[in-house]
């Protein structure tokens, strides 16, 4: 089995970070793909980023050159650096993993990852 737990979510004003983290633990390693999902009230979960055991990212094009995933194998955390939020990021983020191959699987749909974090809440008031 694999834990996720994310934390790292607040609540801030338009234009203002915020830096999410992940730490994993059970039986994972570097060659999972791990990725950020987010959820707002009423609507479907999206995926926001991904990145493969090769180190390849991907983004939703809504987070692009504002978000930035990265992670530490060392540390087995996964982060999301997140600058200039709008009130359109708001919702619950939610760390997700999946033991397979880079360049394998569509990283920004939620049915393609088998492990997810409880969620943390990040809240942008314009």
């Known amino acids: 089995q694999v834990q996720l737990v994310e934390s790292g979510g607040g609540s801030v004003q338009s234009g203002g970070s915020l830096r999410l983290s992940c730490v994993a633990s059970g039986y994972i390693d570097s060659r999972f793909c791990m990725g950020w999902f987010r959820q707002a009230p009423g609507k479907e979960r999206e995926g926001v980023a991904a990145i493969d055991s090769d180190g390849s990212t991907n983004y939703a094009d809504s987070v692009k050159g504002r978000f930035t995933i990265s992670k530490d194998n060392a540390k087995y955390t996964l982060y999301l650096e997140m600058n200039n939020l709008k009130p359109e990021d708001t919702g619950m983020y939610y760390c997700?993993?999946?033991?397979?191959?880079?360049?394998?699987?569509?990283?920004?749909?939620?049915?393609?990852?088998?492990?997810w974090g409880q969620g943390t809440q990040v809240t942008v008031s314009s």
């Open positions: 997700a993993a999946d033991p397979r191959p880079a360049g394998r699987g569509a990283w920004y749909s939620s049915g393609e990852y088998n492990y």
